[in-house]
Nanobody, 126 residues
């Protein structure tokens, strides 16, 4: 059974950077669309970025656009989220999700998700 896990979180000051990694083990990794989600305390989970399986452009919510970059390495079976210019409001538990041959407009909304990964805490101090 495939296993998914996010890592790379930590505590940084505002303006700092972190790179999150999402590892996922299935043999057909390249057929999955991946999305990053975050959930802050007392807030609903929100999808913030998505990278499709078919080479189409990645998608971002406005709050992270221009600061965060999602990428994937199909050979290593890892998805990354490079986070720059971090703000205190970025503080949350970040997790990844995968949808088999799904479209980003669905996956980033938590639909057509086949796997959810364990999250990693990101804390940004002012």
């Amino acid at each position: 059974q495939a296993h998914m896990m996010a890592s790379g979180g930590g505590s940084v000051q505002a303006g700092g950077s972190l790179r999150l990694s999402c590892t996922f083990s299935p043999p057909d990794f390249d057929r999955f669309t991946f999305a990053w989600f975050r959930q802050a305390e007392n807030r609903e989970r929100e999808g913030i970025s998505c990278i499709p399986y078919d080479g189409a452009p990645a998608d971002y919510v406005d709050s992270v656009k221009g600061r965060f970059t999602i990428s994937r390495d199909d050979a290593k079976k890892i998805v990354y989220l490079e986070m720059n210019s971090l703000k205190p409001e970025d503080t949350a538990v970040y997790s990844c999700a995968a949808g088999l041959v799904s479209r980003c407009r669905e996956t980033i909304r938590g639909r057509d998700v086949s796997y959810w990964g364990q999250g990693t805490q990101v804390t940004v101090s002012s």
